[in-house]
């Protein structure tokens, strides 16, 4: 098993311009999230789907929209990219059994400059 | 969400024990108690979890307080690898789903 696979593993965009952060999961999970980590902090929910065709927000959304393109695939996209938005993005999947571990992937670095 | 207190930071040398502490006053009687490590450059990753009594696993060993009001990530022995962030974590269900609110953790630093 993969695990949880992102792509890209960098990416540098200008002010304005948009991406798509691809994102999945091999495990069979239902549950599957997004999250944003600035330098020297925790991580922040931005969205999350508790299963396929449904989509919530976290913590912080603004500036993001999220799609789950089927059970395996949750993908994150940034509309217009802004400086604020330079972070590190890791997605997750969430086990369906006890302990409902969360399994992170190796994240991307974005830099909007 | 309930609220956790954790050490910035904290030094080790290797082989030894570490005792990481967190604070939790305001759990529930429900909350289950997760841990989680991130290791440099790396996504989080699931060390260990309880509820009422101690627990273990290849991993580490977590104690949890009587009153469940703090609770004590042990590494039995450190190794240069064990150094990480550690994050304690209550997860909260909204949504059909379960989220994980991340603090800014303890960094452990293992000497060698």
């Known amino acids: 098993n993969a695990g949880v696979t992102q792509t890209p593993k960098f990416q540098v965009l200008k002010t304005g311009q948009s991406m798509t952060l691809q994102c999945a999961q091999d495990?069979?999970?239902?549950?599957m999230y997004w999250y944003r980590q600035d330098p020297g902090m925790g991580l922040r929910l931005i969205y999350y789907s508790a299963s396929e065709g449904t989509t919530d927000k976290g913590e912080v959304p603004n500036g993001y929209n999220v799609s789950r393109l089927n059970k395996r695939e949750f993908s994150l996209r940034l509309e217009s990219a802004a400086p604020s938005q330079t972070s590190v993005y890791f997605c997750?999947?969430?086990?369906?059994?006890?302990?409902?571990?969360?399994?992170f992937g190796p994240g991307t670095r974005l830099t909007v400059t | 969400d309930a609220k956790t207190t954790q050490p910035n930071s904290m030094e080790s040398n290797e082989e030894e024990p570490v005792h990481l502490p967190c604070n939790h006053s305001?759990?529930?009687?429900?909350?289950?108690i997760h841990w989680y490590r991130q290791l440099p450059s790396q996504g989080p990753e699931y060390v260990i979890h309880?509820?009422?009594s101690n627990v273990n696993n290849r991993m580490a060993s977590l104690a949890i307080a009587e009153d469940r009001k703090s609770s004590t990530l042990i590494l039995h022995r450190a190794t240069l690898r064990d150094a990480a962030v550690y994050y304690c974590?209550?997860?909260?269900?909204?949504?059909?789903?379960?989220?994980?609110?991340f603090g800014k953790g303890t960094k452990l630093t293992v000497n060698p």
């Open positions: 974590i209550f997860p909260s269900v909204a949504g059909g789903s379960e989220k994980l609110v």
């Open positions: 997750a999947s969430r086990s369906q059994d006890p302990p409902y571990e969360q399994y």
């Open positions: 305001t759990i529930s009687g429900t909350d289950y």
């Open positions: 495990m069979n999970h239902n549950s």
């Open positions: 309880g509820l009422t």
